[in-house]
């Protein structure tokens, strides 16, 4: 959901033309839609089945390219790849998933927009990065916006507990560390080698333990459960699968900047998705969005 893999950059990056506005809008739509795909599969999986389903696919969906390139994996850097593995996609499946028994798919989206502001937080605070004063004034200010969402999301009555967006805040600090993790040690290896590497490390364990459950009755007894199981897949094979690879493509073509566009993109595609879902989307939600997207401006700038 997302985040934004790094990845080798091109040297000669072309300009940001049609081709490349159409794809930033399709990646946009891909990854602002994981948040309405585990909305439906919760209807009818608990959280930690979405999860497991969830990296259980991908992991599936990987193995041709891990298979296709094992030989030229540095496995010796396998302690930065399982923590790639865990904090870039493990973790944060369970932690959205637990997260959005409670709040909606549109808070979940905008909430995880704070990746970016947490990848330079962390930056700052474990790598030694430098950042300008309006950097930090762009971290402050989505930080608020996020502590009025989690304070006030549930304004409007439409029930839930609000507090559970800390897990989503846990997830983006999940993704952001995720990527520092890659800056620092994996800079060399391309995202999709990164992923197949990492997926092949947390993925035996995610499809023993989804088979450990209920999840075969469900998937036989439950109403619904394969309408929930085919938005799980969706979620797996587009979001977490289709999406890196179209995301490295992007990068390779224009330029990190142009692709960092995705971050004011995925939030209002998620109210979106809400909206059309019939979730009650308040004024408190735009304005705890507008102060996010504003962070993440000024860090960007």
């Known amino acids: 959901m997302k985040r934004t893999p790094t990845a080798i950059i091109a040297s000669e990056p072309m300009s940001a033309g049609w081709k490349s506005w159409g794809v930033l809008i399709l990646l946009s739509l891909i990854w602002g839609t994981s948040y309405i795909l585990i909305k439906k599969g919760l209807q009818a999986f608990s959280p930690t089945q979405v999860a497991c389903l969830r990296l259980s696919v991908a992991s599936l969906a990987f193995l041709p390219i891990l298979l296709h390139r094992f030989a030229r994996i540095d496995w010796s850097r396998w302690k930065a790849l399982l923590l790639v593995g865990l904090l870039g996609f493990g973790i944060p499946a ?3 998933a637990v997260a959005q028994t409670q709040i ?3 808070m979940a989206g905008i909430l995880n927009s704070l990746t970016p502001l947490f990848t330079l937080l962390l930056g700052i605070l474990l790598f030694g990065l430098r950042a300008s004063w309006a950097k930090g004034l762009g971290v402050l200010v989505g930080l608020i916006g996020a502590a009025l969402l989690i304070l006030l ?6 029930g839930g507990n609000p507090w559970y ?3 989503v805040v846990l997830g983006a600090i999940c993704y952001a560390a995720s990527s520092n993790v890659v800056g620092a040690q994996l800079r ?3 995202s999709i080698t990164i992923s197949a590497a990492a997926f092949a490390m947390i993925g035996l364990p995610a499809i023993g333990y989804l088979f450990s459950t209920d999840f075969l009755s469900v998937m036989a007894h439950e109403a619904g459960a394969w309408r929930a199981f085919g938005a799980v897949v969706l979620l797996a094979l587009l979001s977490t699968v289709l ?3 179209i995301f490295f493509r992007l990068v390779q073509w224009t330029s990190p900047v142009f692709a960092s566009m995705i971050s004011y993109l995925v939030p209002l595609v998620a109210v979106a998705w809400g909206l059309f879902d019939g979730e009650s989307i308040s004024l408190v939600h735009f304005l705890g969005m507008a102060l996010i997207l504003s962070g993440i ?3 960007k700038k």
């Open 165 to 167: 967006g800390v897990l």
């Open 243 to 245: 999406a890196s690879v």
């Open 188 to 190: 060399d290896m391309s």
């Open 153 to 158: 999301g549930n304004g409007d009555g439409s």
């Open 94 to 96: 369970f932690l959205f």
């Open 297 to 299: 401006y000024l860090v």
């Open 104 to 106: 909606s798919s549109s």
